[in-house]
């Protein structure tokens, strides 16, 4: 056969040389026309058969599918076609069988008798009158029917027995009677460290004051004595001056005194009440 060139300048064989054997196999064939299908071109395999892309449609309307919108045959394993979801086969009525495989999967399921072993788990149980769920519905319906008050807002009957119930009251009780305790003791701390950092605090004022009131004496007494020891009015203006600095001087000590006491008081007090409160 004569040789053909492609558009490289390489020979190629016609395809009309090939051999007559080399024939296409039906695996390679789209089940719809029968043509060879190529990789860029092939959709499937579905249930082993390969379909172009314009050829995957469905058998009945021939609607252009993909795979999210085909379905199968589901009661006839051997049918290979794909469908819509409209003219997919579906079991309905006359159509159900025992070939149906979703029947014969019932009908191959264990015979399990449920009331037989229903019974049989029963007969251990010697249920009577002293059960505690038989003997606490008919405690409450003989209580209600006595024209007991209710308890509950919901219920006809008390929810709870009378004994748990008459238990949970005594609870609150207590409790209710421990914490006022608790609190009036708790009150009363309180009002005792209050009274303590009052008196503290005029127990430190009242030392401080002494103290002002001494060093100020000796210092106003040795201010006059040296008044009277003056020479000239440049020397009287110069002690007055003296003591008006030492006087502020004091004053400012005895002020920074203060304040260093309270702060020193008040951490011991501070103390002092939290060991009382721990020990509650």
Not at 39 to 46: A, D, H, L, Q, S
Not at 111 to 122: A, F, H, I, T, Y
Not at 172 to 199: I, N, Y
């Amino acid at each position: 056969a004569p040789a053909s060139f492609n558009l490289v300048g390489e020979t190629t064989t016609s395809l009309s040389s090939l051999p007559s054997t080399l024939s296409i196999s039906p695996r390679d064939r789209c089940r719809r026309c029968q043509q060879l299908v190529y990789v860029t071109e092939r959709i499937g395999p579905v249930k082993d058969s390969l379909y172009h892309k314009l050829c995957f449609k469905c058998l009945k309307c021939d609607r252009q599918l993909d795979f999210k919108t085909y379905f199968t045959n589901s009661i006839d394993l051997n049918d290979k076609e794909i469908y819509c979801q409209s003219h997919v086969p579906r079991s309905g009525k006359g159509i159900f069988s025992t070939e149906n495989i979703h029947i014969q999967n019932v009908m191959n399921a264990p015979k399990l008798n449920v009331m037989q072993k229903l019974d049989d788990r029963l007969k251990g149980t010697h249920l009577d009158s002293q059960s505690v769920s038989i003997a606490h519905a008919m405690k409450a319906q003989q209580m209600f029917e006595q024209g007991r008050e209710k308890i509950s807002s919901t219920h006809n009957f008390p929810a709870l027995p009378p004994d748990i119930l008459h238990a949970r009251e005594e609870v609150r009780r207590a409790q209710k009677s421990l914490e006022e305790k608790q609190r009036e003791e708790e009150d009363k701390l309180f009002v005792k460290f209050r009274v303590d950092r009052e008196l503290e605090e005029k127990k430190i004022e009242r030392e401080v004051i002494d103290e002002w009131e001494k060093k100020l004496q000796v210092l106003t007494a040795k201010y006059e004595d040296d008044l009277r020891r003056k020479k000239d009015k440049k020397t009287e203006r110069e002690l007055t001056l003296r003591f008006t600095k030492e006087k502020a001087e004091l004053e400012q000590n005895m002020t920074l005194k203060r304040d260093k006491k309270r702060e020193i008081v008040r951490k011991q007090l501070m103390e002092k009440e939290q060991e009382t409160t721990h020990s509650l």
